[in-house]
């Protein structure tokens, strides 16, 4: 008799889709099973709650996989309660990189959670499959229990003894596990009328390094795992089939260190011939590298486009990285790798870790200069996070003293279910015995900054200018902030209440949470958006909207500040008037999303300097040299563009805000007109 299965990777969905990728885990995981024992058993996957409380009505499922992440741990949970409930006799399961890793809390997991019957430690293709085997001779729970399936935690509430299996053998080539996507499994996935889903490739699984705040590092992933290219073409195939076109669909690739490889080459070739044939993908992301720089590059410069290097640093402080097993490609190098790509027109990306042992205020923000000195696009703050699984959380609870830790909501995973309210929360540290808590908080302020106006690219051309003059940009951005921090304006008031919302968010427990937001009034609130969002998301979208001709003076009058020592008083004057009237006119944001397809196709402005030329000049020369008396610039939106706009306009209003938000704060330059000389 067929045994029906279930495996869920639910994604909270009041606030929009948090998560837009196809689960590819628990697809992989189905289809192990599935070519396994072909005939014997009926795999469904799901995303969404409606979908799977629709289909339990008349499909009784006799085992449940949960995917359990940091951002839909509790929903999962929450829901597979309510189908044990119904259904007694299911087996339920849970794996992913956020369960329980020590022992004392997998009891109490297993306390808390006694619906749960199996947890399954890394990767779960197969212990997953000897536990459906199980499950077709009939094994209750008694006997699963103790079938000690490598890899697997179970309770026994008859003898109240936790057992625990180490973990077995890996699979050991991606392409053991068929397609998920060929196979069929996961066709649902590309039919969904109500939202587009990205498509998420796995070319590699392991990481060979040893940070100890990720969850890839140590033994066990330690070695490589990869797909063919053969199996990586047929998917990229049937993707382009279903998105020709589509600027607005993402391709995901699951790979910790991206480019350092032959095969990654051969896979960007891959992509560049679904670009040309397709049309598609706009956007590609992964995460580059660590090692191995020119042939980043070199694999970089294979797509067509919508490829960042995408490198993090996590730290620039020798003692910091040393102290979390981390080693960076020298810093030199890493500039020569960028400064190589953008003669390629690649841009570059990075991620900072606030919050790390040893890392101070000051090295942070030296950190910061370095990076911004290096002429970095995009510079990601995040906060450090406790993830299950890794050496820093077991280091970090060992020895707390002097730390705070913190839980807050994680943006937008909030829900009412049955009637109760469900928050998926994390753990951050917010104070050090190196970083206070104010500082703390004056770094996530200047992180505000960064991300408003040097990552969305508002002004590329004034920074630019500023380095000509020996001005630099961190400097800009540091006074910038210091002014919002002492001033009573409409735009200091949103950095206010940036930092006082940066405050709130955070609670000495998870119980202290709940019980805060359970209040009617707050659970308004958090489903109306107002306290659910990422912050920097939302402060930002504020800072560069709310009074954006306020902000482009801002940031006019500083880089007036710091450039009077090194220029021309009268000079100075005309182009800072040009870098305005050209800010102004073009860089808009929340004029061009008001007006949408309402925007006019070709607009005129005047200017002194040819600014345009001038910045994407190669040479050295200074802009005074680009002096005209009146130069007439075209400022025009693509069909692309107005195509973008109208895909906005149809979405509702939270999924418009989600989309938005993305756009806003990662690829705000999209949405700006092309700005050249008339003919």
């Known amino acids: 008799m067929k045994k029906n299965i279930v495996l869920c990777d639910f994604n909270h969905t009041m606030m929009g889709v948090h998560n837009e990728v196809m689960p590819l885990g628990i697809g992989h995981i189905g289809s192990f099973i599935m070519q396994n024992y072909p005939g014997m058993v009926d795999i469904r996957l799901y995303k969404f709650v409606d979908e799977f409380l629709d289909d339990i009505k008349i499909f009784k499922p006799d085992l449940m996989g949960l995917a359990l992440y940091s951002w839909n741990t509790k929903l999962n949970l929450h829901i597979a309660r309510h189908t044990k409930n119904i259904f007694p006799e299911l087996i339920v399961i849970g794996g992913g990189p956020n369960i329980p890793s020590s022992r004392d809390e997998t009891l109490r997991f297993f306390n808390k959670h006694p619906f749960v019957d199996i947890i399954i430690d890394k990767d779960g293709e197969i212990p997953c499959s000897q536990i459906v085997q199980r499950i077709l001779h009939d094994d209750n729970r008694e006997e699963l229990i103790h079938s000690n399936i490598p890899g697997t935690s179970m309770f026994d509430q008859n003898n109240n003894e936790l057992i625990q299996n180490s973990v077995g053998a890996r699979i050991n080539s991606l392409d053991e596990v068929h397609s998920p996507y060929i196979n069929g499994l996961m066709s649902k996935f590309f039919k969904y009328s109500h939202i587009k889903l990205a498509p998420f490739i796995e070319t590699n699984r392991g990481c060979p390094h040893t940070c100890t705040f990720c969850y890839a590092s140590g033994e066990y992933y330690s070695k490589l795992i990869w797909a063919s290219i053969d199996k990586l073409k047929q998917e990229l195939e049937y993707f382009g089939l279903h998105f020709r076109n589509q600027h607005n669909v993402r391709l995901f690739v699951a790979d910790n260190n991206f480019g350092i490889y032959e095969q990654d080459c051969k896979f960007a070739e891959l992509v560049r011939g679904i670009q040309e044939k397709y049309n598609w993908p706009r956007y590609v992301y992964t995460t580059t590298g660590k090692i191995r720089p020119q042939k980043i590059l070199e694999t970089a410069s294979k797509f067509k486009w919508g490829f960042k290097i995408d490198m993090s640093l996590q730290s620039l402080d020798d003692k910091v990285l040393k102290n979390i097993k981390r080693k960076n490609i020298e810093f030199d190098r890493r500039i020569q790798l960028q400064n190589e790509g953008k003669k390629k027109g690649l841009h570059s990306t990075t991620d900072i870790i606030l919050g790390l042992p040893y890392e101070t205020k000051e090295t942070f923000l030296l950190g910061i200069k370095k990076v911004l000195g290096a002429g970095i696009d995009k510079i990601t703050v995040i906060t450090l996070i406790k993830l299950n699984g890794t050496t820093l959380k077991e280091q970090l609870n060992k020895h707390p003293k002097n730390y705070l830790f913190k839980h807050r909501i994680v943006p937008r995973q909030i829900g009412i279910y049955f009637g109760e309210p469900i928050f998926d929360a994390e753990e951050v540290v917010v104070q050090t015995p190196t970083l206070s808590f104010s500082d703390y908080l004056y770094c996530r302020g200047f992180s505000l900054i960064i991300q408003s106006i040097h990552n969305t690219a508002l002004f590329p051309e004034l920074e630019k200018f500023l380095k000509e003059n020996n001005v630099h940009v961190f400097d800009w951005l540091l006074n910038i902030y210091e002014r919002l921090r002492n001033e009573s304006t409409v735009l200091a008031s949103v950095l206010t209440l940036f930092l006082e919302e940066t405050t709130n968010e955070l609670f000495d427990s998870e119980e202290a949470l709940h019980k805060y937001y359970q209040q009617d009034n707050k659970i308004n609130k958090l489903l109306s958006y107002d306290l659910s ?137 999209d949405l700006f007109p092309t700005v050249e000389k008339a003919p």
């Open 533 to 669: 969002a990422n912050l920097l998301a939302k402060y930002t979208n504020k800072l560069i909207s709310r009074d954006f001709p306020s902000l482009v003076e801002l940031a006019i009058k500083t880089a007036a500040y710091l450039l009077n020592k090194s220029h021309k008083k009268n000079d100075l004057s005309i182009i800072l008037d040009d870098f305005n009237r050209l800010y102004i006119n073009s860089r808009n944001i929340e004029q061009i999303i008001n007006n949408g397809t309402k925007l006019k196709e070709k607009t005129y402005i005047n200017l002194t300097y040819d600014i345009m030329r001038w910045y994407h000049d190669s040479n050295t020369v200074e802009i005074r040299n680009y002096k005209e008396d009146s130069i007439q610039y075209l400022i025009s939106f693509s069909k692309d563009q107005f195509f973008f706009f109208k895909s906005l306009i149809a979405l509702n209003e939270k999924d418009f805000e989600v989309k938005m938000q993305y756009y806003i704060n990662h690829k705000a330059q």
